[in-house]
């Protein structure tokens, strides 16, 4: 006998043990998180932790709408979704969620729980319930993947990469590019991989992000807010979830060649943000590759099942990159290390509320043209 879901506020003790719920399982996300929740409260959401039943919790972020009052409702990458978990169960939690939001006066909830888009039973099993598909509400809807076999090693690994993408971090290595390592969790080991760097993490993130906004100016991408970004890159730092890698020339140490930032979460590290120098590929070929080989190496020495390369797809389609399509080389760059391509079944909304939502969203776009 399947015995119903009441989800209830967190308690205390519960919220003490939160991230053992959300970020930490399969299927787990930083965004789940309460270093998250702490960040998007400072933004002016309300963060609600929902308990859907005694091992399984969901963040839930509130905002009301201007003027005639009323919530919205966003669920940041969650409830989160045992890859290995019944579908039946997980729909479950979904529906669950969305029927008590509504019951509390929320008008709409969104959600981008991460499900591989081969699970059919749970997109239809939301459609039942009067979800239907949304633009996504993070960068990217699918990903590029990587499984690690448990007890896989570097050898392993390296060998389903391609000659090319092998060649070049021998290159690399060959040239002496010292990668430097911050993080305070997770793997404790140190040399060879990674070597040591005198820089501190605000020099170095705040670097990052320099690099990060000259990369957007050359490839049409917006980065920003800065300080938003480097506030919450310390605080999941802090709480373990975030790694920075940054590729030096040990020669010339003085500027950064390129970085990685990656989420520890779930069985997996994630690929958020890359960036390098200009011209760092012309003189050092390679610098990218030897990056997110040791993103790899530490995955595999953390016993992950998978590293996650990250999306390469953008709207509004979200299809698979093919020749002559803006992110291909990318595509190309990450496949080339094994990995393939991965499709989820992407952000969803209910509306509770017709009409509350109706007013809400015309209100809030009063506001902003308003506040322009």
Known sequence: ????????????????????????????????????AEQRARLGWRPLHVMLDDEHGALVLLRRFPLVGGTSAYVPRGPIADPAESQPGVAARIVALADWLGSQGVA??????????TRTAIGDELRSAGFHAIPEIQPSRHRISLALSRGTDDGAVRSAMTKSTRQRIAAAERGAIAVARFDVGGWPGEHPLFDRTEAGLTDALSGFASLLEATGQRRGFRFGPRQ???????????????????????????????????YRHGDRLSTVHSADAPGAREAHPGVMHLLRWRAIQLAIREGRSEMDLGGVDVGPDHREPG??????????????????????????????????????????????????
């Not at 890159?233 to 003085?254: F, K, M, T």
């Not at 990318?330 to 939502?357: C, D, I, Q």
């Open 228 to 262: 938003v970004f480097l506030d919450w890159w310390h605080a999941a730092h802090a709480a373990g979830r975030l790694i920075y890698l940054e590729a030096r020339d040990a020669a010339v140490p003085s500027d950064a060649l390129g970085g990685l930032i990656l």
């Open 323 to 372: 020749p002559g399509d803006a992110m291909a080389g990318l595509y190309e760059h990450k496949r080339s290390f094994g990995a393939t391509w991965v499709e989820m079944l992407g952000a969803h909304e209910r509306v509770n509320r017709p009409w509350r939502y109706a007013t809400g969203r015309l209100a809030a776009r009063a506001a902003r043209l308003l506040g322009g």
């Open 1 to 36: 006998m399947t015995i119903p879901l009441r989800p209830r506020v967190a308690t205390v003790a519960e919220l003490a043990d939160w991230d053992r719920l959300t970020v930490d399982p399969p299927g787990g996300h930083v965004y789940q998180s309460l270093a998250w």
């Open 108 to 117: 709409v909830v969104a959600m981008d729980p991460e499900i591989r888009a």
